[in-house]
Nanobody, 121 residues
Framework: QVQLVESGGGLVQAGGSLRLSCAAS????????MGWFRQAPGKEREFVAGIRWSGGSTSYSDSVKGRFTISRDNAKNTVYLQMNSLKPKDTAAYYCNTIITLNGSGPGGSWGQGTQVTVSS
């Protein structure tokens, strides 16, 4: 089973940027469609962005479209989320996972510890 470790979160002012990383061990990610999700306190986990194994197709939730960019480096077994123009409503714990479709359906059975992103106004 693949183990996923998210990193790169932190505290940033509104309008700032962060780059999250999702490193995998135990199995290569190169054949998986991957997704980023986030969960704010008191809310359900929501899909943020997805990328096919080839990197040729991506998808984004409406709330981040135009501000976030998902990418991957299969040679490094890592998926990234570049987040620009951050807003306080982006504050959440961010997680990556394997997914079945680009809309975020069918996330893998286990989740990593996530990385916290806090955006101050």
């Amino acid at each position: 089973q693949v183990q996923l470790v998210e990193s790169g979160g932190g505290l940033v002012q509104a309008g700032g940027s962060l780059r999250l990383s999702c490193a995998a061990s135990g199995r290569t990610l190169s054949r998986y469609t991957m997704g980023w999700f986030r969960q704010a306190p008191g809310k359900e986990r929501e899909f943020v962005a997805g990328i096919r194994w080839s990197g040729g197709s991506t998808s984004y939730s409406d709330s981040v479209k135009g501000r976030f960019t998902i990418s991957r480096d299969n040679a490094k077994n890592t998926v990234y989320l570049q987040m620009n123009s951050l807003k306080p409503k982006d504050t959440a714990a961010y997680y990556c996972n394997t997914i079945i479709t680009l809309n975020g359906s069918g996330p893998g059975g286990s989740w990593g510890q996530g990385t916290q992103v806090t955006v101050s106004s």
